[in-house]
């Protein structure tokens, strides 16, 4: 008696164009590429070798006049240097919480959605492979927030609130699920590549997390990407015009939630609330800012038949509509 190794599955996406890569081969490449090319917070940056201390009254928290949106502003550019360094230090604190409790709701839909999938389905050990790269991420964003030492909540408190929900979407709502990953995913990545195309003069151990965070949020992305460029196509007239009103919707929703500060910011630091409307989302920068993040996510929405108009109008209607990336990770400032 014999017996044979059984052959991993593969999904049958419909018939695509020749110039697109084919989507089994896209989860043998990202499943690969996180065996080789996979980093571990603890051995990949050095948290306690001198340059990496973080010590008070450092210029190097100062957020960027030209990059953060809070640091644009002429009311902080105003504050007094000590003041701006504190305000930084709690924003990039916060911001690095904020992405730890994201990861976390994306560890659990990872871990929900590759429960469902059939024995020897390709796409278990991509995305188990990605829950695996989230569970280092929170390790080196709560390593951050420890080592700035500022008390901060992160997301504001409704989506706290209904995070332990949000999840169960990935086995419900898959679809819906991922558009909610790209939304989250795309602003932070978007912001921190700025910062470093930008060449900012910030401190080694925020750079060191960015630059780790980009590395392989890019195949996250890429993954994400693909899936509802394969998956989405395939479905009927109806729950595609659904889908096209949904996304813009979860895109701005989920944006505010993510990047937007909480409460607790303005109760800190005096902030008026006059200036936290104009930096979100009301002075001509911030509105640029809105909807440059989501040039790869509109580009996305055409591969994926989501652009007709009706949806056209919410995207307008949200403020976050606008020309369509080229490529994934075009810098803005390519833009015509």
Same mark, same amino acid.
């Given at each position: 008696?014999?017996? #044979?190794?059984?052959?991993?599955?593969?999904? @049958?996406? %419909?018939?695509? =164009?020749?110039?697109?890569?084919?989507?089994?081969?896209?989860?043998?490449?990202?499943?690969?590429?996180? *065996?080789?090319?996979?980093?571990?917070?603890?051995?990949?940056?050095?948290?306690?070798?001198?340059?990496?201390?973080?010590?008070?009254?450092?210029?190097?928290? /100062?957020?960027?006049?030209? *990059?953060? %949106? /809070?640091?644009?502003?002429?009311?902080?550019?105003?504050?007094?240097?000590?003041? =701006? $360094?504190? $305000?930084?230090?709690?924003? =990039? @604190?916060?911001?690095?919480?904020?992405?730890?409790?994201?990861?976390? /709701?994306?560890?659990?839909?990872?871990?929900?959605?590759?429960?469902?999938?059939?024995? +020897?389905?390709?796409?278990?050990?991509? #995305?188990?492979?990605?829950?695996?790269?989230?569970?280092?991420? #929170?390790?080196?964003? =709560?390593?951050? *927030?420890?080592?700035?030492?500022? !008390?901060?909540?992160?997301?504001?408190?409704?989506?706290?609130?209904?995070?332990?929900?949000?999840?169960?979407?990935?086995?419900?709502?898959?679809?819906?699920?991922?558009?909610?990953?790209? @939304?989250?995913?795309? %602003? /932070?990545?978007? $912001?921190?590549?700025?910062?470093?195309?930008? +060449?900012?003069?910030?401190?080694?151990?925020?750079?060191?997390?960015?630059?780790?965070?980009?590395?392989?949020?890019?195949?996250?992305?890429?993954?994400?990407?693909?899936?509802?460029?394969?998956?989405?196509?395939?479905?009927?007239?109806?729950?595609?015009?659904?889908?096209?009103?949904?996304?813009?919707?979860?895109?701005?929703?989920?944006?505010?939630?993510?990047?937007?500060?909480?409460?607790?910011?303005?109760?800190?630091?005096?902030?008026?609330?006059?200036?936290?409307?104009?930096?979100?989302?009301?002075? %001509? !920068?911030?509105?640029?800012?809105?909807?440059?993040?989501?040039?790869?996510?509109?580009?996305?929405? !055409?591969?994926?038949?989501?652009?007709?108009?009706?949806?056209?109008?919410?995207?307008?209607?949200?403020?976050?509509?606008?020309?369509?990336?080229?490529?994934?990770?075009?810098?803005?400032?390519?833009?015509?």
């Amino acid at each position: 008696m014999t017996s #044979t190794q059984p052959r991993p599955t593969t999904y @049958a996406p %419909p018939a695509k =164009q020749a110039t697109e890569p084919d989507y089994n081969q896209v989860l043998e490449d990202l499943s690969n590429a996180s *065996v080789h090319r996979n980093f571990d917070p603890y051995l990949d940056i050095d948290w306690d070798a001198p340059h990496m201390a973080i010590v008070p009254n450092d210029d190097r928290w /100062i957020l960027s006049y030209t *990059v953060d %949106p /809070i640091g644009r502003h002429p009311w902080y550019q105003a504050l007094p240097r000590e003041k =701006q $360094i504190e $305000i930084g230090m709690w924003r =990039q @604190a916060n911001v690095a919480k904020v992405g730890l409790q994201f990861e976390s /709701i994306l560890i659990r839909g990872l871990l929900q959605y590759s429960d469902r999938l059939p024995n +020897g389905d390709m796409r278990f050990r991509y #995305t188990t492979h990605e829950a695996k790269e989230e569970c280092n991420h #929170t390790l080196m964003f =709560q390593e951050l *927030v420890n080592r700035i030492g500022m !008390e901060t909540k992160g997301m504001r408190w409704w989506l706290r609130r209904i995070s332990p929900i949000i999840p169960l979407f990935a086995t419900g709502l898959p679809t819906v699920f991922y558009f909610g990953v790209l @939304a989250g995913e795309e %602003p /932070i990545d978007h $912001i921190q590549k700025d910062f470093l195309r930008a +060449g900012e003069n910030i401190h080694p151990a925020m750079s060191a997390v960015m630059e780790l965070h980009v590395a392989e949020e890019a195949r996250h992305i890429s993954f994400a990407h693909n899936h509802l460029r394969t998956t989405i196509p395939s479905k009927g007239r109806a729950t595609k015009f659904a889908l096209s009103i949904t996304l813009p919707i979860v895109m701005r929703v989920l944006c505010n939630a993510i990047t937007v500060p909480p409460s607790e910011f303005r109760k800190e630091f005096d902030v008026p609330r006059s200036v936290l409307r104009e930096i979100f989302w009301r002075s %001509p !920068e911030s509105k640029a800012f809105l909807s440059g993040v989501f040039g790869d996510v509109r580009m996305l929405a !055409e591969q994926c038949g989501l652009m007709n108009p009706a949806s056209r109008r919410v995207w307008r209607a949200l403020g976050i509509d606008g020309r369509a990336s080229r490529y994934r990770s075009e810098p803005l400032y390519t833009a015509s």
